[in-house]
Every structure is written in structure tokens, then in C-alpha cells.
């Protein structure tokens, strides 16, 4: 979109609507909302790469996302979301490094993230994710 706050603000709305989807059982529909949420606020972050209401709106819209696609046993696709989601994260911690809001996003990632880690059977680095997050 031409107007940067319209899109941030339909990006958010398909935010919003995707636990109400995933709560009726469509889950392909909350994920391509998500995945929209993902794209717009991608190209709005880009064109504003220091605006740290677009990176935590991207941050958040890229969880959600990766939710979604763990929830449909989606896991590759759902640990790039949530690894999208710390980077995202670690970009807005360098920002403002004392936003416990932010820390705690990233801290969520990183439990994620860890937990994604154990299943596939990778132990170590499980452990240094989850010891991340517990020392935020």
C-alpha cells in the first residue's frame, strides 16, 4: 500500500482475525492472513527499518505465524517464522535494549524455538536457546 499507516493498520487487522479463525478450526485461512501480515509488514518495515512499532508489529505478526504452522505440524516453515520473529526482536532489543515488552517477545522465540530443537532431537542447541531466554 501507498499509505504506510493504512497498511500497518490492515496488517494488524489480519492479525487480530487469526486466533478467531484458529479458534473455528480454519487454520489454512488464519495462516494465509498471517503470511499476508508477514508480507505487508515486511515491505513496511523495509522502507522504515528504524520504526520500532513496524518491527514489533512484524515481530508479533511472525509469531503468530509461526503458531499456526506449528499447529499444522508445519515445523521447517514454523521454526523460519519463529526464527524471523527473533531476529526481528533482537533488532528492536538493540533499539531499546531496557524494553522489558521486547525482551520478553524474544525471549518467548527463543523458548520456542528451544522447544522445536528438542523434538527434532538437537539437545544442545535446545539448551542454549532455553538458557537465553531464562537469563532475559
Not at 505440524?73 to 526464527?83: I, K, N, T, V
Not at 522447544?115 to 544442545?124: I, N, V
Amino acid at each position: 500500500p501507498d499509505n504506510d499507516t493504512w497498511g500497518v493498520e490492515l496488517a494488524q487487522g489480519h492479525v487480530l482475525l487469526g486466533p478467531l479463525l484458529e479458534e473455528r478450526g480454519e487454520l489454512q485461512e488464519a495462516t494465509e492472513g498471517y503470511a499476508t501480515a508477514v508480507a505487508l509488514l515486511v515491505s513496511l518495515t523495509a522502507r522504515s527499518p528504524d520504526d520500532a512499532e513496524r518491527q514489533e508489529a512484524l515481530a508479533l505478526a511472525r509469531s503468530y505465524h509461526g503458531l499456526v504452522l506449528e499447529l499444522q505440524g508445519r515445523l521447517d516453515e514454523a521454526r523460519h517464522a519463529y526464527s524471523a520473529c527473533l531476529a526481528a526482536t533482537i533488532r528492536l532489543e538493540d533499539l531499546d535494549p531496557e524494553n522489558a515488552s521486547w525482551s520478553d517477545l524474544g525471549a518467548s522465540a527463543r523458548i520456542v524455538l528451544g522447544r522445536l530443537d528438542l523434538r527434532a532431537g538437537d539437545l544442545l542447541s535446545a539448551r542454549a536457546k532455553l538458557s537465553r531466554a531464562s537469563s532475559v
